[in-house]
């Protein structure tokens, strides 16, 4: 069974650009939520896709958004690149969006920009 | 808004030893559940163990195990003899255990833990 995967690993981005992240999901799970962690700090939620949809987001701005493909692997689009948007970028996939289930975190996507 | 907080930013444990990170969280709901993340310096988070709010048994992994005080809305990680491989970033986390809701996961800012040879 392959875990989640996210790619790139690292990259650096310049202020203003745009910047696209991808994530591939665990096989068989059709939910999945983007985490933000900035440098000595915990991750914060981004927003969640379930099912091509966006179901729940958190505290960031429009220029923040997502997409999640009929094969469940999804984007995260960030516009308009600004410093404090280095971070190391997670996605976590679960089989449903239901409280219950486990969160299966990616390795991430370390975030540079200059 | 659910507040995690984690006030040890580092601890240190001689191997074999045990060790408590603590966590203290502030919510008004009766259903949620409760995380310690561990992220090694390989980034990947990986869940180490999870309490659900309504039950009153503290959960246990193995060498871990947690001290859950629903009305202290406290949350403790103990780990037991302390392994090298323990070494990592601790995080706790909250989630609601509301239904029709989306998994938002609110995390502490982590507790870095060291394991002395």
């Known amino acids: 069974e392959t875990g989640v995967t996210q790619s790139p690993t690292h990259l650096i981005k310049t202020r203003g650009q745009q910047v696209t992240l991808r994530c591939s999901s665990q096989?068989?799970?059709?939910?999945v939520s983007w985490y933000q962690q900035a440098l000595g700090q915990g991750p914060q939620f981004i927003f969640q896709y379930y099912r091509e949809e966006e179901n729940g987001r958190g505290n960031f701005p429009p220029r923040f958004s997502g997409l999640q493909f009929p094969n469940y692997s999804s984007e995260l689009n960030v516009n308009a690149l600004e410093l404090d948007d280095s971070a190391l970028y997670l996605c976590a996939s679960s089989l449903d969006p239901g409280p219950s289930y486990e969160q299966y975190f990616g390795p991430g996507t370390r975030l540079t920009v200059t | 808004a659910q507040t995690v907080t984690q006030s040890q930013p580092e601890m240190s444990v001689q191997e074999a030893e045990t060790v408590t990170l603590s966590c203290t969280y502030d919510?008004?709901?009766?259903?949620?559940?409760l995380f310690w993340y561990k992220q090694p310096p390989s980034r990947q988070m990986i869940l180490v163990i999870r309490?659900?709010?309504?039950?009153?048994q503290n959960a246990t992994e193995n060498r871990f195990s947690v001290n859950f005080q629903k009305a202290a809305k406290s949350f403790s990680l103990k780990i037991s003899d302390s392994q090298l491989g323990d070494a990592a970033m601790y995080f706790c986390?909250?989630?609601?255990?509301?239904?029709?809701?989306?998994?938002?996961?609110?995390f502490g800012i982590g507790t870095k833990l060291q394991v002395i040879p």
């Open positions: 919510t008004s709901e009766s259903d949620y559940y």
């Open positions: 309490q659900e709010a309504y039950k009153q």
């Open positions: 096989s068989g799970h059709n939910t």
């Open positions: 986390a909250y989630r609601s255990g509301g239904s029709g809701g989306y998994q938002k996961v609110t």
